[in-house]
């Protein structure tokens, strides 16, 4: 079905790096183009779960600080993620909740002080073009989304009436993830593992990892310790993907999320196991970071127990 007059959604204030984000880039790593699509997979399928949408459909994408919308047409909304409530007009409301807003509703989601993003599905679908078979915002390519750029106040996001599949009207307590400032990440050995000090091996897993200041969307400094390397060699640029644990000749360690390079010379020392990832989009500077290692056949195990137990309620959920 086509657009309706006023079918939109209006940005009164954008925030910080807000974005359209859904699916992932899939398949397009060996042409440079990153993931990219929403840092936390889980909690944007669970958001769309709610207003009957597929789990990869978009959805805006709030990074830590406040932002306010206003709808110009009818629809249904739900919020999850960090944020622990939202207001529709001046009336406080409950997130992992479906509710009805009406044409000239305001909707604000206020930051929360645990986890960093937070996701508005809507009930229509935002009316962007597909490229490459997403319409996610992908920052440095400059494409996707609304121009390739994150949001900022005075947009004016075009909808359309989507088709609607069941909805469930509010999240079990028992699913909803609850975000602290701390987290445990599972990894294993990435290829270049071996060009670590054994006191630095030793160190990835028992050492008390913050993360630093510096990080977005393409990834996080690890702060806690310098890891030394062994081996010294020049290393050809080699794929990497969301989740790497890069070395960088200073020894502080990298994390890469979903917008990193696909391509790197640093070592890679570690990757976060798949069933993990949409973890890192919510840590924030200052968090606490475990890691933990596992072999492949256990990170295989993970991955399975837990795409079984979140596509009973989300079956058609992908945790890239």
């Not at 079905?1 to 790096?17: D, E, H, K, P």
Request: charged share 20%; glycine share 10%; with cysteine.
């Amino acid at each position: 079905m086509g657009r309706g007059r006023n079918m939109t959604l209006t940005v009164i204030s954008a925030g910080l790096q807000t974005s359209i984000q859904g699916a992932p880039y899939r398949g397009m790593r060996a042409s440079a183009i990153p993931a990219s699509g929403a840092v936390d997979p889980l909690s944007l399928a669970l958001a769309n779960r709610l207003v009957g949408k597929a789990s990869g459909a978009l959805a805006i994408e709030m990074t830590m600080t406040d932002a306010k919308f206003r709808a110009d047409t009818d629809m249904w909304i739900a919020v999850t993620g960090a944020a622990r409530q939202l207001r529709i007009n001046d009336t406080s409301v409950p997130t992992h909740t479906r509710h009805k807003v009406h044409s000239g509703d305001s909707i604000a989601v206020p930051a929360s002080n645990a986890g960093v993003r937070s996701y508005l599905s809507l009930s229509h679908d935002i009316d962007v073009p597909q490229i490459l078979g997403s319409g996610s915002t992908c920052f440095s390519g400059r494409f996707g989304g609304l121009d390739g750029r994150a949001l900022k106040n005075g947009d004016i996001l075009p909808l359309k009436t989507a088709a609607i599949e069941e909805v469930q009207t509010i999240t079990p307590p028992e699913l909803r993830p609850i975000f602290s400032n701390a987290f445990l990440l599972r990894y294993t050995m990435g290829p270049e593992h071996g060009w670590l000090t054994h006191s630095s091996a030793d160190m990835l897993h028992t050492a008390r990892w913050s993360a630093s200041p510096r990080m977005d969307r393409m990834g996080i400094a690890l702060g806690g310790g310098m890891l030394e390397l062994a081996k010294n060699d020049n290393l050809t640029s080699g794929a990497v993907f969301p989740g790497t644990i890069q070395c960088p000749p200073g020894g502080q360690p990298f994390l890469l999320g979903v917008d990193g390079q696909t391509s790197g010379g640093y070592p890679r020392i570690a990757q976060i196991i798949r069933a993990d990832r949409h973890l890192i989009g919510q840590i924030r500077p200052g968090d606490n970071i475990t890691l933990v290692h596992k072999d492949a056949a256990q990170a295989q195990q993970i991955y399975r127990q837990k795409m079984d137990f979140w596509r009973q309620y989300v079956p058609d959920i992908r945790l890239d």
